[in-house]
C-alpha cells in the first residue's frame, strides 16, 4: 500500500487493520499535522443506495516529486499499480508516466472523474469506469449513456483510440460492458443475482479489487487483455458486498465471492 494518513485517532487504527490484513503498509506516509482522509457516506434505507461526502486530508499531501523513480511505487518493483484520482491530479500523472517509463501495468478507476490530457492514456493498461466516469470523461452528457440502448462501443472505442489497452465500464445493477485493444465489438456481462441489495458502498471498489487478484494471477500471459471471466468475477464480488452494511467489512473473501444464490 502507498499513500498517506494523518497523525490522529484514525490513522494509526488504519494502519493496525491493514497490518492485520497482511498488507504491507511500508509505502505509507503518516504526515505530522494532518487529518486522516475521512469519506462520511449517507445509505438510502430503501433502495441502498449512496452519497459520499470526502475529505481527502493527508492523501493531498502525496506530491508528484515522491514518485520520480521506478523504486517510489515499491520495491519489489509491483506487477500492477492500482489507483484512482483521490490524490492531487499532477501526483496521478507522475505516477502514470513513471509506471509507463518502468513497464509497469496499470489498473485506473478515476473516480471522482475528472478531464485528463489525452496523452495520459497510452499509460493505462486497465481503465475501469462508471457510467457517469465514462461520460465526463468522453465529454458526453449522463444522462446520454443512460438511454436504454445506448451503444457502449462508441465509449470504449473512444477510450481504445486514446491510446488505453483494456476498457471496462461497470453498469451498476445491470453488469458491465468490456472491450480491449484489437478485440473489434466490446461484450456485455450481466451482474450477478443478488439476495437483496442493502448497501452499495464498496461495490466499485470491490469490483477492482476483485478484477486486480483475477488479472495479476495470469500476469504470465503474453496478451496482457481484459477476459469475460474476470469481468464475471469481479460483477460477482460486487454482487456479494452490496448485500451487506458497510464498506470494508462488507467486502468479500473469496469463498464468499463464490457461495451460489
Not at 472523474?113 to 495520459?120: G, Q, S
Amino acid at each position: 500500500m502507498v499513500g498517506a494518513v494523518g497523525a490522529d485517532e484514525f490513522g494509526p487504527p488504519l494502519l493496525k487493520g491493514m497490518q492485520a490484513d497482511g498488507i504491507d503498509i511500508s509505502g505509507v506516509q503518516v504526515v505530522e499535522g494532518q487529518t486522516t482522509g475521512v469519506a462520511v457516506i449517507l445509505v438510502e434505507q430503501s433502495k441502498g443506495e449512496n452519497r459520499i461526502l470526502l475529505n481527502p486530508g493527508a492523501n493531498y499531501k502525496l506530491q508528484p516529486e515522491d514518485f520520480l523513480s521506478t523504486e517510489a511505487l515499491g520495491t519489489p518493483k509491483p506487477d500492477l499499480i492500482i489507483m484512482q484520482l483521490e490524490i492531487p491530479l499532477p501526483t496521478v500523472l507522475q505516477i502514470l508516466k513513471t509506471a509507463k517509463e518502468a513497464d509497469v501495468d496499470v489498473l485506473f478507476n478515476p473516480a471522482p472523474a475528472v478531464e485528463l490530457p489525452l496523452d495520459v492514456y497510452g499509460a493505462i493498461t486497465h481503465l475501469v469506469v462508471n457510467e457517469s466516469e465514462a461520460a465526463i470523461l468522453t465529454g458526453r452528457k449522463v444522462g446520454e449513456v443512460e438511454e436504454v440502448g445506448f451503444d457502449w462501443n462508441l465509449v470504449t472505442d473512444e477510450f481504445l483510440r486514446r491510446g488505453v489497452k483494456n476498457i471496462i465500464v461497470t453498469l451498476g445493477s445491470k453488469g458491465a460492458f468490456y472491450s480491449h485493444e484489437g478485440k473489434g465489438k466490446g461484450a456485455f456481462v450481466p451482474a450477478e443475482k443478488v439476495e437483496k441489495v442493502v448497501d452499495t458502498t464498496a461495490a466499485g471498489d470491490t469490483w477492482v479489487g476483485a478484477y486486480a487478484v483475477s488479472i495479476v494471477r495470469r500476469m504470465g500471459d503474453p496478451d496482457r487483455f481484459v477476459r469475460e471471466e474476470d469481468v464475471r468475477l469481479a460483477c460477482r464480488a460486487a454482487g456479494r458486498t452490496v448485500e451487506k452494511k458497510g464498506a470494508q467489512s462488507a467486502i468479500p473473501w473469496e469463498d464468499e465471492v463464490d457461495r451460489k444464490i
